[in-house]
């Protein structure tokens, strides 16, 4: 059974940071790609960043490009998310998702973690 687990949010003020982890258990080799989404009440479900399987290639929304750094922990299904000069713009619930095609598009992602909050004041 696939499961992911994520870690590290919480709140901050705005021009901090923070650094969310996941860790996936029950998959095979770290071939998935594993994203970050976020959802703020009331909004979609929006991807943030991803990676490949290799770690080699990643991804990023551009609202989060040069601010967010999304990293994957060599042969592993670690990944992690280190948010700087955070925005109250940036608060939502952050999930973690794996999915065996490299997309930016929920519908692609089968496995989900809980989700972990992250809320920035202004």
């Known amino acids: 059974q696939v499961q992911l687990v994520e870690s590290g949010g919480g709140l901050v003020q705005a021009g901090g940071s923070l650094r969310l982890s996941c860790e996936a258990s029950?998959?095979?080799?770290?071939?998935?790609?594993m994203s970050w989404f976020r959802q703020a009440p009331g909004g979609d479900r929006q991807f943030v960043a991803g990676?490949?399987?290799?770690?080699?290639?990643?991804d990023y929304e551009d609202s989060v490009k040069d601010r967010f750094t999304i990293s994957r922990e060599s042969a592993k299904n670690t990944i992690h998310l280190q948010m700087n000069s955070l925005k109250p713009e940036d608060t939502a619930v952050y999930y973690c998702?794996?999915?065996?095609?490299?997309?930016?598009?929920?519908?692609?992602?089968?496995?989900w973690g809980q989700g972990t909050q992250v809320t920035v004041s202004s």
């Open positions: 029950g998959l095979s080799a770290p071939t998935y790609t």
């Open positions: 990676v490949n399987g290799a770690g080699s290639i990643t």
């Open positions: 998702a794996v999915s065996a095609l490299h997309s930016n598009l929920p519908r692609f992602y089968r496995y």
